[in-house]
């Protein structure tokens, strides 16, 4: 069985009325730009819908083993944060289980999801079509302390944190794209539009606004 | 218009507070007055001479500046949309409109004023007493009490602003911005932690800031220690920010100007200071009458001359600092009435001399009189106390003035202290409480630990500084010892006079009095805790700074015990009023939409909340009957689509999964084939019905079994503890918000499904209660043949991100026949007409399969399942009740859910669901009923508002009772 239907994210109707530029990513009409000036919002604070990157979740006691014949060392630590070679990355989220998360054009997904469809035992799949947004800029903190109890400086390079932003239950974590520090933000896209708006309500108050993907990943558009 | 009342201040001066560049002008009772940036509200109108800007709480008093910080609650405002805003403390604002609280009528003339003159009626308590009797009056005495009670007018109309709440942590927080909280974030700081220093006035310094004669070297000294502070990048001063409250592990409350900070700290020194306490006697609470820092305050921050001629009543040597403010500030200081016997040698005591001013030593103020309509006082009579504080009344001199300024000692700003756990002794010498055991992480300096001298206190917050950052690390603590302290005795052991007339108050904010206190103990109220309650003292605003020690004293005296042993009552965050917004913040509400929500806002959809979610409960642009109508007629002769993207959809994989699957399920699931689905019911330990849905196999150790959309994330919870409660080689994969669903249902669902995908869907290739993976639209998909709603329908799970994209396709597919969505109120009706119940619509937190029809989904004969223990008690007896199904053809009165099933004075159940149908043509619904009630044809008694409507039980299903159409 393969897939041939576009992507959706789940901020594409919120992303519709900022008159983006679209581009397809990964299989998703993403969002490149949201206005020809908006790079100087990161100078103060950033809103990124990430929600193309690819996803991958595998469950079960064959994980490790299994991601190892296919040249994935998973960190042992429980919520390390670990960068392929490619630039995907992978973090380990339970005794079994694991996220692998893409980055466009590498092909690390399509080529795991590839070698499951033959079953593999004790390797279960785990659908992962969550919201993903990017915080970025100097007042990403200060956004962030408005929402979750976690603070960015005390957010360990290479580590994740789950917590609830704005009363959501999400991953956080710090990673550096296209060089700047972003705070990413992972959750259930049942929630995406509620916590798109609020980020933005207290982003405003800082004078930033949502910008689109090109700013983080130049090298996608 | 006329000009606004502007009365001029005393010269400049470097120290003052005021930016008299800026002129203002706000409105207060309907006349306008100047005010200078940097004014209060208070200080602008006692410096344009208003001495009337408030009313006390029960008898209406007039009131005046006392505190001039807010530890009083006689300034309190509103301007139409805020309420309740402390006059002592907001900055005032240019076209400011306020008006007093709790009046009738208007500040200058209350007519609830008239309460103080009935006050011999309203004795303590009073209200315990009265209005019992005769019964049918409460009613009316209730809606005047609360009429009269209460501060402040509520405006709905109000704009809503959001307040921000924000998290921070720091090594060392420092509460109070005076020298002992200065000198400690100097010593943290220099020692390397990561200090925040709170202080809730517009600069640091204190009481250093109004100090005046009382300590010269101030004005240097808070220089010095702001530049030091200022060097220390490690150091973060908050200003015009107090902490509110201190929960455990030192998380504490701030409300500053950007809203509440949510504070953890490895270590908290509380540099709080202290709380002047009033003196108390006849007349006390008038305007004019006031605590000696307030008329400091005034003085030296705002350069208000706070009064023209005053008497100073006081009881230790920081009043005679204060008479020479008085003094300085160009008020008349008729005399200084000093309560103790043998006044103090001291070199302020030697100033005043100096200065001319009478002291009259072991005297004290009897009463104040009043001027015209008791809105000031026009003197006071002196008179001898003996040491025992018995005032010889009979003998005394009367002493004209319009102001009396009282310093007759402090308690300790220890609330926080007391909400972490911290304990404060009375110290006998000390006339006052100080803290005695304080929680680890917590330590103490300054006023609130009982120093008063300057450099004492300084000393203090540098030993209780280094301690903290000490502790912040892991270290040992250093040594700390008490520093020598110049002043002794800083508090009168009891400036309080008893008055035959009464009207000395104790407490400002609640009108109590000291004979109040005096006839609680006598009723046998005689505990602090009681006393507080039966009297109300300490519970207005202020919650007792004023008020607390002096009302300790009075019932220590009235029942014989020491004051150490009447003890406070206990500290609760607040310390200062704090508003419900402050509270609430940003009021985060998540809620949920599936991913395929933008399609049913773009159709028109009317949306509702189902637990977080928002789905669309009908589809315009018909009202909302006609609409539900309309698309229950679209699935019965045709094809509709709803998004049932809401229900939990959880993956079990794992050796173990059909086990588990078997124990958490009344029914079977071992014996579920490949390509088939079941329904699954799950009950609790105690044989409820808790949860149902569907489960499918998808391989020999793989299932996917559906919820209900409330019950999903509790299902999660339960599979997961569960499963390691047993031990089971399981795996639980929460897919509920990674997929979305939809279900196509009608006679015509065959053939638009058709159009979409290359599986065998015929009847015979895809039957009911089938299940399938395959292709639709270009989307991987999971189907299931399934029918809620009574008619041939497939149900398709997909990821999130392609649900939108399959809705789009079904939907274009479907145009040939028709197709439109369908909402939550017709699936809600389609499914009765088809007689299936909803979890938690029709049954309740007691229902058990067999009352609910459900047996045929328990297999008793399992091994194990979660509630067969219970089940099997159940069983063998008969049942109390039974769900089924009713008509009615008549339905001039159509009863709704929950109204009652009755015979005679027999409650025998409920309804649970009802509704007109329109593919049958009048009112279905089901009920419960006692068991020997459910046999069709049998007429129930349903009680509507009172009168009984006629029901007649029918077999369920109502439709297509062959179940034809949904095998077909």
């Given at each position: 069985m393969s897939t041939t239907a576009f992507r959706t994210s789940p901020l594409h109707s919120e992303l519709e009325q900022l008159s983006p530029t679209w581009t397809m990513v990964a299989g998703m009409q993403a969002a490149s730009c949201l206005g020809d000036n908006e790079m100087h919002l990161l100078e103060t604070v950033a809103l990124c819908d990430l929600s193309f990157l690819p996803r991958l979740g595998l469950n079960g006691p064959g994980v490790t083993g299994w991601l190892q014949t296919q040249d994935i060392e998973v960190p042992a630590a429980m919520y390390e944060l670990a960068t392929l070679s490619d630039g995907s990355s992978v973090v380990r989220i339970g005794t079994n289980e694991v996220i692998i998360e893409g980055v466009p054009g590498a092909g690390t997904i399509d080529k795991l999801t590839a070698a499951l469809a033959t079953d593999v035992k004790d390797v279960f799949n785990v659908t992962r079509n969550e919201a993903s947004l990017a915080l970025a800029g100097p007042a990403a903190a200060d956004v962030l302390a408005q929402t979750c109890s976690v603070l960015v400086r005390d957010l360990l390079q290479q580590a994740l944190v789950y917590t609830r932003v704005a009363g959501v239950s999400a991953a956080v974590f710090q990673q550096e794209l296209n060089g700047c520090n972003c705070v990413r933000l992972v959750f259930d896209p049942s929630y995406g539009i509620y916590m798109w708006r609020e980020l933005l309500k207290i982003i405003a108050e800082y004078g930033g606004g949502a910008v689109g993907f090109a700013c983080l990943f130049p090298e996608s558009q | 218009m006329a000009d606004p009342i502007f009365i001029e201040r005393l010269p400049a001066a470097g120290h003052e507070w005021i930016d008299r560049d800026q002129r203002l002008c706000f409105s207060f009772e309907g006349r306008r007055y100047g005010a200078y940036a940097g004014d209060t509200i208070s200080s602008a109108l006692w410096g344009n001479g208003v001495r009337l800007l408030g009313r006390s709480f029960k008898y209406h008093r007039p009131r005046g500046v006392y505190s001039m910080c807010a530890h009083d609650a006689n300034v309190m405002l509103e301007n139409g949309e805020t309420l309740n805003i402390r006059g002592d403390t907001t900055l005032v604002e240019d076209g400011m409109d306020l008006t007093a609280v709790n009046t009738v009528g208007s500040l200058r003339y209350d007519l609830a004023g008239l309460t103080d003159r009935m006050s011999g009626f309203l004795p303590v308590g009073f209200y315990y007493k009265a209005f019992h009797t005769p019964n049918w009056m409460f009613p009316n005495w209730e809606r005047m009490i609360r009429d009269i009670a209460g501060l402040g007018k509520v405006n709905p109309a109000a704009e809503w602003k959001p307040s921000p709440k924000g998290y921070d942590a720091c090594d060392v927080l420092i509460v109070g911005g005076g020298p002992s909280g200065m000198a400690a974030a100097l010593a943290a700081g220099r020692a390397g932690s990561r200090v925040v220093l709170v202080e809730d006035?517009?600069?640091?310094?204190g009481s250093l800031c109004y100090a005046g004669a009382t300590a010269p070297e101030s004005v240097a000294t808070i220089n010095s220690m702001r530049d030091e502070i200022a060097k220390l990048e490690n150091v973060e001063v908050r200003l015009n920010t107090s902490v509110r409250g201190c929960y455990s592990e030192n998380w504490l409350a701030m409300i500053g100007p950007g809203g509440m900070t949510k504070m953890r700290a490895t270590a908290v020194v509380v540099a709080t200071g202290a709380y002047e306490q009033p003196a108390v006697f006849r007349h006390n609470d008038l305007p004019g009458v006031m605590l000696g820092t307030a008329a400091q305050r005034l003085a030296h921050l705002y350069r208000v001359k706070p009064m023209q001629r005053a008497l100073v009543l006081l009881g230790n040597d920081y009043g005679y600092g204060v008479a020479l403010d008085l003094k300085a500030a160009g008020v008349e200081v008729a005399a200084v009435v000093d309560l103790r016997e043998t006044i103090g040698k001291g070199e302020l005591v030697h100033d005043v001399k100096t200065a001319g001013i009478e002291i009259l030593a072991g005297q004290c103020v009897y009463e104040a009189h009043p001027a015209g309509g008791l809105r000031g006082i026009k003197g006071a009579r002196v008179c001898p106390v003996n040491s025992d504080g018995t005032c010889i009344s009979t003998t005394g001199i009367n002493v004209n003035c319009d102001g009396i300024v009282m310093a007759t000692g402090w308690a300790p700003a220890g609330d926080l202290i007391g909400q972490a756990g911290g304990r404060l002794n009375y110290v006998q010498d000390a006339a006052q409480f100080r803290p005695d055991e304080l929680p680890p992480g917590m330590f103490a300096a300054g006023r609130v630990n009982g120093v008063f001298g300057v450099d004492a206190r300084v000393e203090d917050g540098g030993q209780a500084g280094g301690q903290a950052a000490a502790f912040a690390v892991g270290k040992e603590l250093p040594a700390r010892r008490r520093p020598t302290d110049e002043i002794i005795a800083p508090s009168h052991p009891y400036p309080i006079v008893k008055h035959p007339k009464g009207k000395a108050f104790v407490d400002l904010d609640e009108d109590v009095q000291i004979k109040d206190i005096v006839n609680a103990a006598k009723e046998g109220y005689d505990s602090a805790e009681l006393v507080k309650r039966y009297t109300t003292v300490g519970m207005g605003p202020s919650q007792g700074k004023i008020s607390n020690l002096n009302s300790s004293r009075i019932l220590a005296k009235a029942t014989g015990q020491t004051i150490g042993a009447v003890g406070y009552t206990t500290f609760r965050p607040f310390t200062q009023p704090t508003t419900i917004g402050e509270l609430a913040g940003r009021r985060f509400h998540p809620d949920r939409r599936t991913p395929i929500h933008s399609r049913h806002q773009a159709a028109g959809a009317v949306f509702m909340h189902a637990g977080a979610w928002l789905r669309p409960e009908y589809y315009g642009p018909r009202v909302r009957h006609q609409a539900i109508v309309h698309e229950v007629q679209a699935v019965r002769h045709s094809a509709g689509i709803i998004d049932v993207g809401t229900l939990g959809k959880i993956d079990v994989c794992g050796a173990d999964a059909a086990e588990f699957l078997e124990r958490m399920y009344t029914g079977r699931f071992s014996d579920l084939t490949l390509g088939r689905c079941r329904y699954a019911l799950m009950c609790d330990e105690s044989g409820v019905v808790i949860d149902d849905g569907m489960s499918a196999r998808l391989g020999d150790d793989r299932f996917y079994v559906t919820t209900t959309s409330s019950g999903s994330a509790a299902i999660v919870r339960e599979m997961k503890r569960w499963a390691m409660i047993w031990g089971l080689e399981v795996t639980i994969i929460d897919h509920t918000g990674q997929f979305g669903a939809l279900n196509l249902a009608g006679p015509e669902s065959r053939n638009i499904l058709g159009r979409l995908t290359g599986l065998d869907i015929s009847a015979g290739g895809f039957e009911y209660l089938g299940f399938r993976e395959a292709v639709v639209a270009g989307v991987n998909c999971r189907l299931m043949r399934v029918g809620f709603v009574g008619e041939l329908g497939y149900e398709l799970h997909v990821p999130a991100q392609h649900a939108a994209a399959l809705w789009d396709a079904v939907i274009e597919a479907g145009q040939p026949e028709g197709i439109i969505p369908f909402g939550v109120e017709a699936q809600r009706l389609l499914r009765m007409e088809k007689g299936h119940q909803i979890i938690g619509q029709d049954t309740d937190g007691l229902t058990t399969p067999l009352e609910a029809g459900l047996a045929w989904a328990v297999k008793m004969t399992k091994p194990f399942f979660i509630g067969q223990r219970s089940l099997k008690i159940v069983e063998p007896r008969p049942n109390v009740r039974a769900l089924a199904g009713f008509v009615m053809h008549d339905s001039t009165v159509m009863p709704s859910e929950c109204h009652l099933v009755v015979d005679g004075d027999e409650i025998c159940g409920r309804v649970t669901s009802i509704a007109r149908s329109p593919t049958l043509g009048h009112v279905i619904g089901m009920a419960y009923m006692r068991p020997d009630q459910t046999t069709p044809g049998t007429v129930i008694d349903i009680r509507v508002e009172g009168r009984l409507v006629q029901a007649e039980v029918a077999k369920l299903p109502f439709f297509d009772p062959s179940n034809e159409r949904q095998k077909s």
């Open positions: - | 006035t517009r600069c640091l310094g």
